[in-house]
């Protein structure tokens, strides 16, 4: 797979997740003509020798909050976490869909800049997966997907 401008950047910007979420891994990933295939590993154990009120800033999508102290210190009117979704915001949780928005986000902005028209599916597929044998299949299938695109279900 021979990547333009707007794959080059969606190829960038995938590896840039383990730094803005540290509990995310890759595992493989393919860029095909109209859509994208990869493996997240996400890891979340918690250490107790951590300080748990670390504060985490995410950045292009959303801000978390500092704490409701600070806010109140600095802010005369604090704002409820989450907006008007109040802890169901998506945003607030370290979670695949979180992952996925900001990367379609991230994507989307730099890639718009060049191809103004560029833009996702509204949602994505996912696949929880629970052993080693389901990791292989799956990590093959996304490996040679790209000489299979010929008879791909979304090629076109």
Known sequence: MELNDSGRIAQNIWNLIPQQFPYAGLGDFVIMPNHIHGILVI???????????????????????????ASQQSSPSPKTPGGITGDKNPMNHENISRIIRWYKGRCTF???????????????????????????????????????????????
């Open 43 to 69: 890891d979340k154990l918690v250490d107790p020798m951590v300080d748990s009120s670390t504060e985490v800033e995410t950045r292009l999508i959303a801000s978390l909050p500092s704490s409701p102290i």
């Open 110 to 156: 730099e890639i718009r800049k060049t191809n103004a028209t560029f833009g996702w599916q509204s949602r994505f597929y996912d696949e929880i997966i629970r052993n080693g044998e389901s990791f292989d299949r799956i990590s093959e299938y996304i490996i040679h997907n790209p000489k299979n695109w010929n008879t791909d279900k979304n090629n076109k």
